[in-house]
């Protein structure tokens, strides 16, 4: 130790050692803290037991329920559970994005009409946020409303958080989304394979945590359209209990006469570079395959 720098070093590590020492010592532990929370947090208690509401003939006839205005002209309702789904690549996002501009700003989207500006929350668990981005600017300066709505439109995406989205199969999950949800009054979810991931497509009772979910934002007045694929068969993939509680399922497709009818009538407003990506939704075929009425 003789050397003046050996001793020196030695002194300065000393000094950092007693220095690190004395910061864990003054650092709390948070365990106690976070346990004695979980411990005070009142503990959720499901409405139902304090018993069932029920209803007489009478009283049905008599009760003054609000009715459902029309979101969206003429299939998505206020509380409506609607699901649009379709095969990778013909436009499930175009459509979903450009469903939500309409419903935000309370213009029109192809022949639907949005009576007035609604809040829409966008989840989106699957695109860049990069590519979110550019088709949303493609979307509003392609629709009636140039401006892009800042109060009513609000997009939560996997790419923008740090650990991706929770689970939305997943009841214990559900409640992280409360806040981002409270004021919305349309919830895009797109989509379900990447937003539900403990889903298991083709079990029945793997859908029961998201069905419970769906009927929760109904009665807190809350609509929802899910985005889903299509499967080898053509239909929503995964168990038909997906459409039991749904007011309305609608199927997108490529129409095979879509070539020609683009290269001939599809008018762009906007930018030149959104022309290809928005011809695939001006050119897409809808099919309403619940209710029995084309939309």
Request: hydrophobic share 45%; glycine share 8%; charged share 25%.
């Amino acid at each position: 130790m003789n050397d003046p720098l050996t001793a020196r070093a030695a002194v300065e590590w000393r000094a950092e050692r007693d220095a690190s020492e004395r910061l864990r010592a003054a650092r709390p532990n948070v365990a106690p803290i976070l346990e004695l929370a979980a411990s005070t947090a009142p503990a959720y208690v499901p409405a139902y037991t304090k018993g069932l509401k029920v209803l007489d003939g009478e009283e049905l006839l008599g009760a003054k329920f609000p009715p459902r205005a029309l979101m969206l002209a003429r299939w998505l309702h206020e509380k409506g559970t609607v699901m649009l789904y379709a095969p990778r690549g013909v436009g499930k996002t175009w459509v979903a994005l450009a469903i939500a501009h309409c419903v935000a700003s309370g213009g029109e989207f192809l022949t639907w009409r949005a009576p007035r500006p609604r809040p829409v929350l966008y989840l989106d668990g699957e695109m860049p946020a990069a590519t979110l981005q550019d088709r949303y600017a493609a979307v509003v300066a392609a629709s009636t409303r140039d401006a892009a709505p800042r109060e009513n439109f609000r997009l939560c995406a996997a790419d923008i958080q740090d650990d991706g989205l929770p689970d939305l199969a997943d009841p214990e999950a559900q409640r992280f989304y409360g806040n981002a949800i409270a004021d919305a009054a349309l919830i895009i979810v797109d989509n379900l394979s990447t937003i539900a991931r403990g889903l298991r497509e083709n079990e029945a009772d793997s859908w029961g945590p998201v069905q419970s979910w769906l009927l929760s934002q109904r009665a807190a007045g809350r609509s929802v359209l899910l985005v889903h694929h299509a499967g080898k068969g053509g239909g929503q993939l995964g168990t038909s209990r997906k459409e039991d509680i749904l007011d309305t399922v609608i199927s997108l497709s490529r129409p095979p006469w879509r070539d020609h009818f683009c290269r001939r009538t599809v008018v762009m407003k906007g930018p030149p570079q959104i022309g290809d990506a928005w011809s695939r939704v001006r050119c897409a075929r809808f099919r309403r395959v619940k209710n029995g009425v084309a939309p």
